[in-house]
Each structure stands twice: as C-alpha cells, then as structure tokens.
C-alpha cells in the first residue's frame, strides 16, 4: 500500500485495494489477543492529491469484524465503514525563525501531519490508525441488547430471569421504606 508521490505531479491519483488484516501488524496482534476476529479484508478507496508539499489522501475503508456483545457475551458481526483523510508531508521543519515570545510551533503530530521520506508514502500505519479507531468503545449486538441477569446469568434476550425480587438481606433494602418529606 504505498503511492510514489511522482504519481501525483499531474493532479490527483485514485487508487482502490484490498487486503487481509493479518497484513496490518497492529490488527494482526489484535486478533491474535483474541480482542476481535476479521471476518472480511481490508478494502479502501481513497483519492490523493498533492498541494506543493503535502498530499492529502481521502478515503473510506471497509471491513467487518467479529466482537464480543459488552453486556450479553453473544459474539456478533459488526461492519465498519468509515470516510478518513490524512495530510503527509516529506519536509521536516527546521529551525523557526521570527517566533515572537507568545507563538508556539506545533509538532508535527499536533498539527496532524505524517511524515514520509523519498518519494514513496507508506499507507499501512495510517489506514490501520484509521481501522483502531473507528472500533466501537462498547461493542453492543443491538442497541436494545437486555444483557445478562447480575445473579443467576440469564439472558435477558433468550429467557425471562427466574432469580424473583431481591432479597430482604439487601443492605439496601431499608432504603425503600424510607420516608423523606
């Protein structure tokens, strides 16, 4: 996955691919954790273009993955479809010059460049950046998902819970019969 920037000196270069996660060293040790499974290739479509020094790579990548449910255990299929851009730069900055005392440079990754050296951008860290991120922070098999039942472990999607009303040796439970007001 890598684009010689002399590919774009005539305007801007669309390029589409696929491959397998396990290409990506991140996603690989990912799944090899057993935090998911790629149940399709990585697929991106993205447009580059160059101004002066930068050149900005739009697209939308495409996969699906295999989770975890967060509240019912259920393993589940969640696609991931997701627009990204990213801004790669081969000049370094040198030294700044006329910064006044309140002016601050940015670095390179607060300005949200990715360096690049010679004449060929290497995709593979930013479309596996891209892939990372767009993970659900609580993966959920549906959003109505009940979960399980906190005593007996029933699954309130499957079967009614047979646990009955909480006990009276609830240290809570003399909350419910206060009065206030």
Same mark, same amino acid.
Request: contains cysteine.
């Given at each position: 996955?890598?684009?010689?920037a ?7 270069l ?34 580059? +273009? ?8 739009? #697209? ?11 509240r ?27 910064? #006044? ?24 860290? #930013? ?6 991120? +767009? ?47």
């Open positions: 996955m890598r684009i010689h002399d590919q774009l000196k005539n305007g801007s669309t390029v589409a691919f696929e491959e397998p996660a396990d290409r990506f060293s991140g996603l690989r040790e990912m799944a090899r954790s057993g935090e998911c499974e790629f149940s399709r290739p990585i697929r991106v479509r993205l447009r580059a +273009s160059r101004i002066r020094e930068l050149v900005e790579i739009e #697209g939308v990548l495409q996969t699906a993955i295999r989770l975890t449910c967060g019912c255990l259920a393993p589940f299929i969640c696609p991931l479809e997701v627009e990204f851009a990213l801004t790669y730069t081969g000049d370094r900055p040198g030294e700044p010059e006329n910064i #006044g005392p309140e002016a601050k440079e940015l670095d390179a990754g607060e300005a949200g460049l990715i360096y690049f050296q010679g004449e060929e951008i290497d995709l593979t860290e #930013g479309i596996q950046e891209q892939v990372i991120l +767009s993970f659900p922070l609580r993966p959920l098999c549906r959003e109505t998902c009940k979960g399980l039942c906190a005593r007996c472990g029933a699954d309130l999607n499957q079967e009614r819970c047979r646990c009955g009303p909480p006990s009276a040796e609830n240290p809570f439970a003399a909350l419910s019969r206060l009065k206030l007001g």
